[in-house]
């Protein structure tokens, strides 16, 4: 190059400061200049704002746990969040690895200053200087923590210097390891998860004392950006910021070079996200939180920090589940249903819903949905009547169009085929609606809404004869119990859903477990009402839910233009009923995978697969007989087809 050449290059003059970085700049001053003199002069801010500085007049901001929900066996099964997802946790409960990638991350000379750190504060006051804007804070653990437990979040020089001298006087009060704990059991991890409990159980569904160096570290880089470090929806900035915790560890000392290479080498973050943090169990978990609000009233509730320990099973909740979404996989399917009871106690052991065209729906379907039960209520008429003394394969109706005038009630069957004198297990097989309007004339209204009342319906009924036909709108618990009343030998147990309750201080309420029973009819009805609905599960139209090689019992239903359909049956030790339906209303289901939805389909095929699947791996039991004999008489009901009947036992009657 010439030297003339040399002598054009002028040094390119710097660019002139523009309003906008003036004021950055002006801003950067403004916050980080107070911080760094009081950083020196500690006693300056006690001085210059009084009682504002004053720890022992401040009270923390609420701070409440989440209660937690157990299964049957102990397992961790749901969450009822306080005011946010919170349980905290002892020193000792959290892993070792959570507080070294803490530190080494967030605070490194921790163990050393005295609550506000004059070299972090000057180290980002050099950092945003060069950037022209705030992109490092010089905040040390023991400022959070005060800010989160005392302050607003205000950002103003005042409320920053007074967090400073706060941190300050609980550096001196406090030791070390306590202002760390209330820290991880303080800070935000993402995902509604507040403390490191939370976030332990929320990502990898173990608790914190079990934290691995990986997850340790993960969980540490969470706090500075939830959202954008979040490992289940940003896993590739969650990964870069996990090896940059690691890469502190390393530089701390707490790694040695061979620990690091092995942690930094590992590419997965090996979550396991916990369906309880994340979904939990919504239907029962309303359920119960109801209850409890009853109970201890709703200010209790809401504090948190409570352990509900309950009736679930959490295989045959998955089994629910899964039946109802193995029928339910399409979008805009209607929704479903399961609840499952233990007739020997009134147990819940499952309540599941899915709702395919309604994700996100909150509405409880199994204790709050009230629909018309359909052809399920005819074995509560059946009962009514045997209770009377009917003998169902003795007693005959006639399976005709019937129509009456003073009632201006008029019946047929859904398929319009009749049968003409057929006798009342037949037609319980067949769910005659012609057959069942009859009967209900001669048991009588009054006598079948009590009858359904002392099995289990706890929702007001409209006693009408056409309340033999389901026409009065129930719940699934409703129906679940009645069945479950049916298999216990007539023994009614209200639903049971909560063993044990554990409030924060220890105290423990055990009178939740204790079964609340009562005889409904006697065993030899609720035997009889059995075998005929075991006959209906061979021979009726109960075929599809039968599971081979049980012994079951169990009945259909459906109402008008398909727009509810059921299935309710028992074993000798599990009771459930499942529902289909749309939530918003009685919307028909006449094409649902090509086809109109009634209680021998899907409900029917969901039933099996529940409990198939319940059941596996449990002995074949038998219904038990019962204790007392049959006490049929003469059946003399004004309906009843007066023919010579030649039947007097148990007969097997195909549709």
Not at 162 to 186: F, G, H, M, Q, S
Not at 323 to 329: H, Y
């Amino acid at each position: 190059m010439t030297a003339k050449a040399k002598g054009r290059c002028k040094p390119k003059p710097k660019p002139k400061p523009t309003p906008k970085r003036r004021r950055r700049l002006l801003l950067v001053l403004v916050v980080t200049t107070p911080l760094a003199l009081l950083a020196l002069t500690a006693a300056g801010g006690a001085v210059y704002f009084g009682s504002s500085c004053d720890l022992s007049s401040l009270r923390p901001v609420g701070q409440t746990d989440s209660s937690l929900v157990y299964g049957e066996n102990g397992a961790l099964i749901g969450v009822l969040p306080a005011v946010e997802n919170r349980t905290a946790v002892a020193r000792d409960a959290i892993s070792p690895w959570m507080t070294k990638a803490t530190v080494a991350i967030e605070d490194r000379r921790f163990y050393e200053h005295g609550g506000v750190d004059p070299e972090g504060i000057l180290r980002a006051f050099v950092a945003d200087m060069s950037a022209g804007r705030i992109v490092q804070g010089g905040s040390t653990i023991t400022q959070e923590l005060v800010r989160n437990l005392y302050l607003t979040r205000d950002r103003t020089i005042r409320r920053k210097v007074v967090e400073a001298c706060l941190a300050i006087k609980l550096a001196r009060a406090w030791p070390r390891e306590k202002i760390l704990t209330a820290y991880l059991n303080d800070v935000y991890y993402g995902n509604h998860a507040y403390g490191i409990q939370a976030a332990a159980e929320t990502y990898f569904s173990i608790p914190a004392s079990r934290l691995t160096l990986e997850q340790a570290a993960l969980l540490a880089g969470l706090p500075q950006a939830p959202s954008y470090f979040d490992p289940l929806h940003n896993p590739s900035a969650a990964l870069v910021r996990r090896d940059g915790v690691l890469h502190a560890l390393r530089r701390s000392g707490d790694l040695s070079a061979a620990e690091y290479v092995a942690a930094a080498g590992d590419s997965s973050l090996h979550l396991r996200p916990s369906p309880a943090y994340a979904s939990g169990e919504p239907y029962f978990d309303g359920f119960a939180e109801d209850l409890l609000q009853q109970e201890y009233g709703a200010a209790t509730v809401r504090a948190g920090g409570l352990r509900i320990y309950t009736t679930i099973r959490p295989r045959l909740q998955r089994a629910a589940v899964r039946a109802l979404s193995q029928v339910l996989d399409s979008r805009g399917d209607p929704a479903g249903a399961i609840v499952s009871v233990d007739p020997a106690s009134g147990a819940i052991r499952a309540m599941a819903a899915v709702t395919p065209s309604t994700p996100g729906n909150e509405f409880n379907l199994v204790t709050n949905a009230e629909r018309q039960a359909g052809s399920t209520f005819k074995p509560i008429v059946l009962a009514a009547a045997v209770a009377d003394g009917m003998n169902p394969w003795a007693t005959q109706y006639l399976s005709a169009p019937f129509y009456d005038a003073s009632l201006d009630w008029r019946v047929r069957t859904y398929d319009g085929a009749y049968a003409g004198p057929e006798s009342v297990a037949a037609a319980t097989l067949h769910s005659d609606n012609t057959v069942y309007a009859r009967l209900a004339l001669d048991v009588g209204a009054d006598t079948i809404a009590a009858t359904a009342q002392k099995l289990g319906v706890r929702t007001s009924l409209q006693a009408t004869p056409s309340l033999a036909l389901g026409t009065s709108a129930v719940t699934p618990l409703d129906m679940a119990s009645v069945y479950a009343t049916l298999a216990a030998g007539g023994m009614y147990s209200r639903p049971l859903a909560i063993r044990r309750v554990v409030f924060p201080g220890g105290k423990s309420d055990a009178a939740w477990g204790s079964p609340q029973r009562q005889r409904a009819i006697p065993d030899w009805v609720a035997a009889t009402v059995t075998h005929v609905l075991e006959e209906n599960m061979l021979h009726g139209t109960g075929v599809g839910a039968h599971v081979p090689g049980r012994d079951d019992a169990g009945k259909t239903g459906t109402t008008d233009d398909y727009a509810d359909a059921w299935f309710c049956g028992y074993t000798p030790g599990l009771e459930a009923t499942v529902w289909i339906g749309y939530p918003r209303g009685e919307v028909p289901m006449l094409d649902v995978h090509g086809a109109a939805v009634s209680g021998p389909t899907l409900p029917a095929t969901a039933w099996r697969l529940f409990m198939g699947s319940a059941l596996e791996g449990s002995s074949g039991e038998a219904f038990p007989d019962p204790l007392s004999p049959a006490e049929f008489a003469p059946w003399s009901g004004a309906h009843a087809y007066q023919a010579p009947v030649v039947a007097t036992g148990p007969v097997t009657s195909s549709p």
